[in-house]
């Protein structure tokens, strides 16, 4: 068993910066873990994956403002922020597997069996 518990998030004015944390707990070992995001009223969306051996993928709408990593003991995830604009309004969930294997795809990062129960940010212009 997995558990994950995002923290950070937070209001923020337009162009401002966040930094989410998930933190993770399991004896078992966490390979793709990742976060997606739902805005209200829309579908959810993958943000970005990160794979076993440290790969990242990236949304495009987001590429280049937001930073994806993981601590050497695979205990807490981070997703860092820039220049945050009103589109990045959403619930943020990490998500994770312990497949080997698996897929870091941030268009696939949503499905992975693992998630917390999420944390808001809200970005206001």
């Known amino acids: 068993q997995v558990q994950l518990a995002e923290s950070g998030g937070g209001s923020v004015q337009a162009g401002g910066s966040l930094t989410l944390s998930c933190a993770i707990s399991t004896h078992l070992d966490v390979t793709c873990m990742g976060w997606f995001r739902q805005p209200p009223g829309k579908e959810r969306e993958g943000v970005a994956g990160?794979?076993?051996?440290?790969?990242?993928t990236y949304a495009d709408s987001v590429k280049g403002r937001f930073t994806i990593s993981r601590d050497r003991t695979k205990t807490t995830l981070t997703l860092v922020m820039n220049d945050l604009n009103d589109d990045d309004t959403a619930m943020y969930y990490c998500?994770?597997?312990?497949?080997?294997?698996?897929?870091?795809?941030?268009?696939?990062?949503?499905?992975?069996?693992?998630r917390g129960p999420g944390t808001q940010v809200s970005v206001s212009s």
């Open positions: 998500t994770a597997t312990t497949s080997r294997g698996c897929n870091y795809g941030y268009g696939t990062i949503a499905s992975l069996p693992y």
């Open positions: 990160l794979g076993n051996i440290g790969g990242t």
